[in-house]
């Protein structure tokens, strides 16, 4: 069975999918990843560094946290990093064309034959997720193969209000279907975390029980199948399977 995570830049597939990818790991599944953009306009920790420069670093990061998350094939797909604001720049992921976008996901998709796809949910505001989430739904409707289980990674907007934070960021609570216990995988998800040694992690100055309350569940929305409503989901891996 194989699994298959969708992210703009690199450490979006730790700091936001990582217990997913140890989580795949640890119950047999095959883990690809695919990111965008190698970060070239991420904050850096400890100092000024050119784009260029800061874009080798990142995908060497990422490539280092994926091995430690067990993940079998990480691919880029080569546009630039948008930044969170202002006129995208040529080459970059929020000015492609969108097609282009969508065919890129379809094209890796196709290939790895993935059994569950997972994408941001983008509810952090950042518009590179939201373009690759938009472009991923978008492209599992066109490929040839087609994975039985979809699913958006989500920041429960709980969590965020209690972070004082005034901005209504987060996805409503009552729009998540699936909760996983995935405290097990805490110590692994640390590491791939840290190994973006370029980038702060979110979660660094948090008091310990909130950062427990972000990282030792994950929280997630089905979009395929359609979710029928009722009671969560316990795990996003389809039972019997992995």
Do not use: K
């Not at 996805?171 to 699936?178: F, G, H, R, V």
């Not at 994950?218 to 795990?235: A, I, K, Q, Y």
Request: proline residues 6%.
């Amino acid at each position: 069975m194989r699994l298959l995570v969708a992210v703009a830049h690199p450490d979006d597939e730790s700091f936001g999918c990582g217990s997913v990818l140890a989580h795949a790991t640890a119950a047999g599944l095959e883990a690809a990843v695919v990111c965008a953009t190698r970060g070239e306009l991420g904050e850096v920790s400890g100092g000024a560094v050119m784009p260029d420069e800061l874009g080798r670093r990142r995908e060497a990061e990422l490539r280092a946290a994926a091995t430690i998350l067990g993940v079998a094939r990480v691919g880029l797909l080569g546009w630039l990093d948008s930044g969170v604001d202002g006129e995208p720049a040529p080459g970059s992921l929020a000015g492609a064309d969108t097609g282009d976008v969508v065919a890129a996901i379809g094209e890796i998709v196709d290939e790895v034959r993935p059994h569950v796809i997972v994408t941001l949910d983008g509810s952090d505001g950042h518009r590179d997720h939201a373009v690759v989430r938009d472009a991923t739904l978008a492209a599992v409707e066109r490929t040839s193969w087609r994975p039985g289980r979809v699913y958006l990674w989500c920041l429960a907007r709980s969590l965020f209000e209690r972070l004082d934070d005034d901005r209504w960021l987060g996805t409503p609570d009552e729009e998540i279907t699936t909760v996983v216990d995935v405290n097990s995988h805490l110590a692994t998800r640390w590491r791939a975390m840290r190994a973006h040694v370029s980038q702060i992690p979110p979660y660094d100055g948090m008091p310990r029980e909130l950062q427990d309350a972000f990282l030792a569940t994950d929280r997630l929305r089905r979009v395929v199948p359609p979710w029928p409503g009722g009671e969560t989901e316990s795990d996003w891996i389809p039972p019997g399977d992995g």
